[in-house]
């Protein structure tokens, strides 16, 4: 069965800290998408990764960057969280053109 | 701009009755559709897909239909149940991209 993971649930963190969210997936899928979902405004795509080392902005990037050093793993990176970056985060993996896994997601939320 | 709409922000169904969300797209590239179901804390899983030269897929109580001419797709649950209650999603892509563009979603409940 296909699985992504997100590391954490739950998040609370302060304003100014570095923030890493890290993603996994176990189906050697080529491309990786982080999103951001709040209500009204649906999934915003802010980066997705088609190869190792490879990343492209999405929508909204502004504030985040991201890295894969491995295949399996995604990462999103706050480097100074503020409070309009408290949202619901999907990681998802794909691999073609076909139907995206998400992750469970993290509910970050900065204080 | 968005690129693909969903202009029901919620819909309330009798449970054995059919649900019928809709989602319109402004890109006439966009060759590969999908809609995903999203429960609360949970990640969106994927619900069924139609590619463009089709008009219509079924699996099981859904079905995507498509028209291209409107550039309208709608997604029917018949029929409906509880267990259905979710928000819906529907997502779009063009052939030479990786990127899926998401609708802002339909929360669908199905009243027992």
């Known amino acids: 069965d296909v699985k992504v993971t997100q590391s954490s649930r739950y998040l609370v963190k302060r304003t100014g800290e570095k923030v890493f969210l890290e993603c996994v997936q176990d189906?050697?899928?080529?491309?990786m998408f982080w999103y951001r979902q709040d209500p009204g405004l649906g999934l915003r795509l802010i980066y997705f990764s088609y190869d190792v080392k490879m990343k492209e902005k999405g929508d909204i990037p502004e504030g985040y960057s991201v890295s894969r050093e491995k295949k399996e793993r995604f990462s999103l990176i706050l480097e100074s969280a503020s409070t309009n970056q408290t949202s619901m985060y999907l990681c998802?993996?794909?691999?073609?053109?076909?139907?995206?896994?998400f992750g469970p997601g993290t509910r970050l939320t900065v204080t | 701009d968005q690129q693909v709409k969903q202009n029901s922000p919620s819909l309330s169904v009798q449970e054995g009755r059919i649900s019928i969300l809709n989602c319109d797209y402004t890109n006439s590239m966009f060759d590969y559709f999908l809609w995903y179901k999203k429960y609360p804390a949970e990640g969106p899983t994927f619900l069924i897909s139609i590619s463009s030269i089709k008009d219509k897929n079924e699996d099981g109580r859904f079905t995507v239909f498509l028209n291209k001419s409107a550039k309208h797709l709608s997604l029917h649950i018949v029929p409906s149940q509880p267990g259905d209650s979710a928000v819906y999603f529907c997502?779009?892509?063009?052939?030479?991209?990786?990127?899926?563009?998401f609708g802002t979603g339909t929360s669908l409940t199905v009243i027992p």
């Open positions: 189906m050697d899928h080529e491309n």
């Open positions: 998802a993996s794909k691999a073609g053109r076909y139907e995206q896994y």
């Open positions: 997502a779009a892509s063009r052939l030479t991209g990786n990127q899926f563009y």
